[in-house]
């Protein structure tokens, strides 16, 4: 399996107090453990089961996933600013492994 990638989408500037939308996706198998190999052994469960957002350290959004999630999987939230600042998005794999990312805002 490739690295997983995240991908974060939202704007680069806003206005004071206004509600924003941000888009995630993070590139991932999400296997459910469900499946068997040609050889009918179980494939281990690895996927992504949490998710969190954090603006300048304050908690946004955050969530448990379940095994029923596609593959990739996709979250689109709102969020409202009220100073520039920078979100943190955090994803926790199965292995224990963390995927971050950064993305910057500027209030006007």
Not at 48 to 56: H, M
Request: aromatic share 10%.
């Amino acid at each position: 399996m490739a690295t997983p990638k995240p991908r974060v989408k939202l704007p680069k500037s806003a206005s004071a107090g206004e509600v924003i939308t941000i888009k995630t996706l993070i590139s991932h198998q999400m296997e459910s453990g469900q499946r068997k190999d040609k050889d009918g052994n179980a494939i281990p469960r690895q996927i992504i089961n949490k998710f969190s957002c954090e603006f300048n350290g304050m908690p946004v959004f955050s969530c448990d996933i379940d095994p029923a999630i596609s593959a990739n999987p996709y979250f689109e939230f709102n969020a409202k600013v009220q100073e520039s600042g920078t979100f943190k998005f955090i994803w926790i794999d199965d292995d224990g492994s963390v995927y971050e990312h950064e993305a910057q805002i500027e209030v006007n």
